[in-house]
């Protein structure tokens, strides 16, 4: 794709999302610094997440694969990935 | 105020579903409309967040309360806390669907049209838990 990737942007943006929950759980002090700074954990994670997609998505305009995966790959491979990396992180929390 | 959030929030989610599956259904015949559908399915899931967010920040957290000193704690712990996140990603989703209608790539926006579809119904059926959950 030119000019914007969408493919990466997704990609990037998926990871960075379940990498700020998973952080943000475990480490209070994150959680409370993401609520401080943005007023709402959810928003400093959504602002990071969106801000995420808009500058990966031009920075890798060019490039059509990553670690060997093609671009489309990364990207269908990184939000089923994060979406079920959420799920299991709060499941498994819930029963510790 | 919080109903016509509330309104706003699932009105919003059913077009989610509804409009995606009514792209899906043109993606082959390519219609003329078929770029401004796309880009109307995706501006809505950006919109969205305005409501849920709304909802979730002012309202949740009474129900949050009632949820968790209920017998379904694991309604908020699991369910919710999914939920509100998954939420973060409809508008990326969506994006990347109607980006590449726009960029001629419309067999491969299959895909995420149906992840769209069934992640804003799993969210929507969520949501409903959660509720039920408040009340157990």
Known sequence: MAKFNFYLGAAASAWLLAILIVAAELISQFKTFLANAFTHHWIGKAVIVYSAFVVFGFLLQNKKSILNFSDEKAAWYSMLGSLIIIFLFFAIEFAR | ?136
């Open chain 2, 1 to 136: 105020m919080r109903d016509l959030l509330l309104f706003a929030h699932i009105i919003a989610g059913l077009a989610l579903i509804a409009f995606p599956i009514i792209i899906l259904l043109y993606l082959k015949k390519k219609p003329k409309w078929l770029k401004e559908f796309s880009f109307a399915t995706a501006a809505i899931s950006w919109l969205l967040l305005l409501p849920s967010g709304k909802l979730y920040i002012t309202f949740y957290p009474a129900t949050k309360t009632l949820v968790k000193a209920g017998s379904w704690p694991w309604a908020h712990s699991i369910v919710m806390e999914t939920k509100e996140h998954w939420g973060l990603l409809l508008p990326i989703i969506a994006t990347v669907a109607a980006g590449l209608v726009f960029t001629g790539k419309t067999k491969e926006s299959k895909k995420w049209w149906i992840l769209l579809i069934i992640l804003s119904a799993l969210i929507g059926v969520m949501g409903r838990v959660v509720k039920i959950g408040a009340l157990k």
